[in-house]
């Protein structure tokens, strides 16, 4: 009985995350075939799908997206509190466009402006570091905070003759960096062409009917999308193993190559250190060494001996 309260209990909390999430102004946006600067750069096929208000056909969980959210209202709160000259998206409320070459006009909400630096930021919550220290601002990202740094300076709040920075606050939104991680750079003009050419090549595809390109591998569209049904469901499968050429997953291969590498090499250098400090306890200027016994355990119906473990970590206060 206990079970099945639980099991409602969970629905009802489950339902009500995704039911705000569904009635956020972003969500409302993308279902009135209205893209935003964080849709540019992403998958231009989904950006044609969204335009053509096409409806969504799969579940996909918006939990990320909700944290996101949550993490984005109290940093910017935050930043106000200790700077009221800053300009933050979820308290200023400030909405600009930016106007491409094409004609094309995209709006949306900074995050966070300082107008004495010239500068917009974009904070970001990702799950981890090591991927984007590795890589850098995604394409989608550095497109999103261009498109903002265009609409500021075309609303005068910032200036264009001067230098113009653009920026992504990266926080790990599982709580294990406790810092952010932190771009800036100089506006690049450049990307205003590359931007346009994006853009345009999905407005191609809208008024012609057609299919734009699919930016995002298989493999990851099925698991983020909520159009991946209407977007490939009716695409060939191919049998056998798919050659992999997407520049993201190969990446992704080549990090968890490495990754793996390095930790073999890790379990090496502490088995080897491990037997020079036998039986060695004490400190060193920055760490406490000591041999930590660890009882016998049963486990599963046999024995498991005890053992000594070597314990080695950063000292308090050094």
């Not at 409806?55 to 996101?68: L, M, N």
């Not at 920055?286 to 930590?292: C, E, G, S, T, Y």
Request: glycine letters at 8%.
């Amino acid at each position: 009985m206990s079970n099945e309260r639980e099991t409602k209990l969970q629905t009802l909390l489950i339902d009500a995350i995704e039911n705000f999430e569904a009635a956020s102004p972003r969500t409302k946006q993308s279902r009135d075939g209205i893209l935003g600067p964080s849709d540019i750069g992403f998958c231009r096929q989904k950006a044609a799908l969204v335009t053509r208000q096409v409806q969504p056909t799969d579940k996909v969980s918006h939990w990320a997206a909700a944290v996101g959210t949550a993490v984005h209202s109290y940093v910017e709160a935050a930043y106000k509190k200790a700077d009221p000259t800053w300009l933050v998206g979820s308290i200023d409320k400030i909405r600009v466009s930016a106007t491409l070459p094409s004609g094309a006009v995209i709006s949306g909400s900074p995050d966070v402006v300082v107008p004495a630096a010239n500068a917009v930021l974009d904070i970001k919550t990702v799950n981890g570091f090591e991927w984007t220290k590795r890589n850098g601002p995604s394409k989608s990202h550095q497109y999103q905070r261009h498109l903002y740094a265009m609409g500021l300076v075309d609303a005068g709040i910032l200036d264009g003759t001067k230098p113009l920075y653009v920026g992504n606050l990266y926080y790990d939104r599982s709580g294990a960096q406790a810092d952010p991680l932190v771009f800036l750079e100089l506006f690049n003009p450049d990307l205003t062409d590359e931007i346009n050419s994006w853009v345009t090549d999905v407005i191609y595809a809208v008024e012609n009917g057609q299919d734009s390109s699919r930016d995002v591998a298989a493999a990851t569209c099925e698991k983020i999308c909520e159009f991946f049904t209407v977007c490939r469901g009716a695409l060939e499968v191919h049998d056998g193993q798919e050659v992999i050429e997407d520049g993201t997953l190969l990446e992704a291969v080549q990090m968890y190559v490495e990754g793996r590498d390095m930790e073999n090499l890790g379990k090496q250098m502490k088995k080897e250190a491990g037997h020079l400090l036998s039986n060695t306890n004490g400190v060193t200027p920055a760490h406490q060494v000591r041999w930590v016994s660890v009882n016998p355990t049963l486990i599963e119906g046999f024995e498991r001996a005890g053992y000594a473990r070597l314990d080695v970590r950063k000292r308090r206060n050094s």
